[in-house]
């Protein structure tokens, strides 16, 4: 009789397993297919739970379903802390190389997936609907099997003190346009201009281009000093959204000089094989780079190879 086969469940393997797949691992990719489902479903389960209705007649379903997915996250958080060594650094302890990982972004957003749920199921009798709403924050682990909300997240990163400046200038101009129709507003409109905070209200939406119109001046100095507001709005606002689309210009440009650099050092010997084909494919998986950018890269460098 043969014996069965048992999978290996080795601290690399189940590093391996939880991380996204690599091409010829199928198992992990199960995994993964998996965990993505599971959290779609849990995003699509928080908000069925707030239709009370549909709360109330499938109660039982929506709280065994938590129970079985704040089991599997439990698990796959304690399997990542345990096998997490595996991608230590060299020179790191194993205590070291988790206590880093628990303050890593992604650990982070993988213990409040689970914490608003335990936390329920420990106090059962207190109303915490407001701590269980929390778990819409599972949506995030998404991350860990996106490019793309990983390339938004490391450019919000990069330009953190950019979109500091661009946010504290919104502020003060919040501040300025609040103060300035509080005076010029506050004896005709007391009940909506009465004091700089209410003021701030008309201030946003202005700023923010969106104009709901149910708070707006009345008299003629009001509405040349909110016509002033809502032209400085328009460049406030688009103030952050030029740094983003220019953080991702410059974002994708190192990309794709990474790329070109790896490509550079693999036609040393002037020949792609396949092991370099699939690095080279990994990489631009990595780096989020589609398909056209990978074809301009190459033909680039083969051109300028051409002419050297």
């Given at each position: 009789m043969k014996p069965i086969n048992m999978p290996n469940f080795s601290r690399k393997r189940v590093w391996s397993l939880l991380e996204p797949a690599n091409e010829n691992d199928?198992?992990?990719?199960?995994?993964?297919?998996?965990?993505?489902?599971?959290?779609?479903?849990?995003?699509?389960?928080?908000?069925?739970?707030t239709v009370e209705e549909l709360?109330?007649?499938?109660?039982?379903?929506?709280?065994?379903?938590?129970?079985?997915?704040?089991i599997i996250f439990s698990?796959?958080?304690i399997g990542r802390l345990w096998s997490c060594v595996e991608n230590k650094e060299n020179y790191e302890s194993n205590f070291?190389?988790?206590?880093?990982?628990?303050?890593?972004?992604?650990?982070?957003?993988?213990a409040v997936a689970i914490l608003p749920s335990l936390l329920a199921f420990?106090?059962?009798?207190?109303?915490?609907?407001?701590?269980r709403a929390l778990r819409i924050f599972r949506l995030l682990k998404f991350s860990r099997y996106s490019n793309s909300i990983n390339t938004l997240l490391v450019v919000l990163w990069d330009q953190r003190k950019s979109f500091g400046a661009a946010f504290f200038i919104l502020f003060i101009v919040l501040i300025i346009s609040s103060s300035g129709m509080y005076l010029v507003e506050k004896d005709v409109q007391p009940e909506k201009f009465g004091s700089i905070p209410q003021?701030?209200?008309?201030?946003?939406?202005?700023?923010?281009?969106?104009?709901?119109?149910?708070?707006?001046?009345?008299?003629?100095?009001g509405k040349i000093f909110g016509s002033i507001i809502i032209i400085l709005g328009i460049g406030t606002v688009a103030l952050p959204a030029g740094i983003l689309a220019s953080a991702f210009t410059e974002h994708t440009k190192r990309s794709q000089k990474r790329y070109e650099e790896?490509?550079?050092?693999?036609?040393?010997?002037?020949?792609?094989?396949?092991?370099?084909?699939?690095?080279?494919?990994?990489?631009?998986?990595?780096?989020?780079?589609?398909?056209?950018?990978?074809?301009?890269?190459?033909?680039?460098?083969?051109?300028?190879?051409?002419k050297s």
């Open positions: 199928n198992f992990s990719r199960i995994v993964d297919v998996f965990l993505v489902g599971l959290i779609f479903f849990n995003i699509l389960m928080v908000i069925l739970e709360y109330t007649h499938y109660r039982v379903f929506f709280k065994y379903f938590e129970l079985f997915s704040v698990f796959e958080y070291k190389s988790r206590i880093r990982y628990i303050f890593s972004f992604s650990a982070i957003i993988d420990l106090f059962p009798t207190v109303d915490l609907r407001f701590v003021s701030m209200w008309w201030s946003i939406v202005t700023l923010t281009t969106v104009g709901y119109g149910d708070v707006f001046p009345i008299t003629s100095l790896k490509l550079k050092f693999m036609l040393t010997d002037d020949i792609i094989d396949d092991k370099e084909r699939k690095e080279l494919n990994k990489l631009s998986e990595r780096l989020n780079l589609s398909d056209e950018d990978i074809e301009a890269i190459e033909e680039h460098y083969k051109n300028k190879k051409k």
